[in-house]
């Protein structure tokens, strides 16, 4: 995904290729990754997430889920919330958030637990719930300085469609 910036259509044509090729040696879990990632590509650089991201992380989503991969789950879950949430859909942003976010928790990991927090915490700005949004920028804060992380180096995805 080093491409994405500079050159987003070689990107998803890498990660389509890819794709085919994980599909070829039926490799389910870079399926759901590279599936994944042709979604943020489509999604953040091109008109085209409806028609082809969208249904990308719906596929990833739906192989992380059957092989139980608690690991990537989040991932997906991630990106679909921040799609939901760009388009103005933020009941499903949050529905996708706080299934991401309980998935994370299982992983314990820093960079799957911030964007939960993070993308709670704005949808909760968007609402006008000052309270609840503190409490999930705290969150996001808390879970960058006890993990020796800048909160600036994990990017949310800008989607443009």
Excluded: W
């Excluded at 399926?31 to 082809?52: G, H, M, P, S």
């Excluded at 299934?99 to 964007?115: C, K, S, V, W, Y």
């Excluded at 709670?120 to 700005?125: E, M, P, W």
């Amino acid at each position: 995904m080093l491409y994405t910036i500079i050159d987003p259509a070689l990107a998803i044509e890498i990660c389509a290729r890819g794709y085919e090729m994980a599909k070829r040696i039926g490799d389910f879990g870079f399926q759901a990754r590279l599936l994944t990632n042709i979604a943020v590509a489509y999604c953040t650089f091109t008109d085209r997430c409806a028609r082809e991201g969208m249904p990308a992380v719906h596929k990833a989503l739906a192989i992380d889920r059957a092989l139980d991969q608690r690991d990537h789950l989040p991932v997906p879950l991630l990106v679909l919330a921040q799609i939901y949430q760009c388009h103005g859909q933020p009941d499903l942003a949050r529905r996708h958030y706080l299934e991401a976010l309980e998935a994370a928790r299982d992983t314990g990991e820093a960079q799957l637990l911030f964007p939960c927090y993070d993308g709670l915490a704005t949808l909760s700005l968007d609402a006008n719930d000052m309270d609840e949004a503190e409490r999930y920028f705290d969150l996001a804060q808390d879970i960058c300085a006890r993990n020796d992380i800048d909160p600036k180096t994990l990017v949310i995805l800008p989607f443009l469609d």
